[in-house]
């Protein structure tokens, strides 16, 4: 029973490009939520996604961020043309509707270089 | 409002002893408070969890207890040992969107060091 998978783990950007983080989220799980965190603080909410529909994305930056969660495949959290600042680990979280738990994956790394 | 804040920044405590972590949120409306371990370079697990109809719960070494009047919340680690060395968040659901589980706020968490 395959928890949440993200992928790739690790990621190395030079300023100006784009990243694409991945997450696949529990079998069966219809809500995707992703956090940053940046070196020595907590997580911070960004998105919360349902199948094909963005349920509230008031912790994203309103610029170069955007997230989707289509009908089949896994999430995705984009970043374009990053800055260091950018620099953190991005988790995804997954549950199932109407539960409480969220269960989190592994991680990406963002380093900008 | 959106806030909770969790203390201390870090901990030291000696094999066999309690670790006790607190975290203090202004928002009433909050409905379920879970704590997450994270080892260095692994995701949160989740560790317990609590509503705030219920003044303390208890899952094998890790108990939370639960002050709604004070809006205060707490994990007791009893009986600490080494593996237990990670740091821990507290957290506290926001539900806007009628879903169980809507968006986490978490604390900045604290780092647990158990020597042997």
């Known amino acids: 029973n395959a928890g949440v998978m993200q992928n790739p783990r690790h990621l190395v950007r030079r300023r100006g490009q784009e990243a694409r983080l991945r997450c696949s989220p529990v079998?069966?799980?219809?809500?995707v939520y992703w956090y940053r965190q940046l070196p020595e603080e907590g997580l911070k909410f960004m998105v919360y996604l349902q199948k094909e529909n963005i349920i509230d994305e008031s912790g994203m930056p309103k610029e170069r961020f955007s997230a989707e969660f289509p009908k089949e495949g896994p999430s995705i959290l984009r970043i374009q043309q990053v800055v260091r600042g950018d620099s953190a680990a991005y988790f995804c979280?997954?549950?199932?509707?109407?539960?409480?738990?969220?269960?989190f994956g592994p991680g990406t790394r963002l380093t900008v270089l | 409002q959106q806030q909770v804040k969790q203390s201390p920044q870090s901990l030291i405590v000696q094999k066999g002893g309690i670790s006790i972590i607190n975290c203090a949120y202004e928002?009433?409306?909050?409905?379920?408070f879970p704590w997450y371990q994270q080892f260095p370079g692994k995701g949160p697990a989740l560790l317990i969890a609590i509503r705030p109809d219920v003044s303390e719960k208890k899952e094998g070494r890790f108990t939370i207890s639960f002050n709604k009047s004070a809006k205060q919340f707490s994990l007791h680690i009893m009986d600490s040992q080494p593996g237990d060395s990670a740091t821990y968040f507290c957290?506290?659901?926001?539900?806007?969107?009628?879903?169980?589980?809507?968006?986490?706020?978490f604390g900045t968490g604290t780092l647990l060091a158990v020597q042997p």
């Open positions: 928002n009433t409306a909050f409905d379920y």
């Open positions: 079998k069966g799980h219809s809500h």
């Open positions: 957290a506290a659901n926001v539900p806007e969107y009628g879903g169980a589980t809507n968006k986490l706020i």
């Open positions: 979280a997954s549950s199932p509707p109407f539960r409480d738990t969220q269960y």
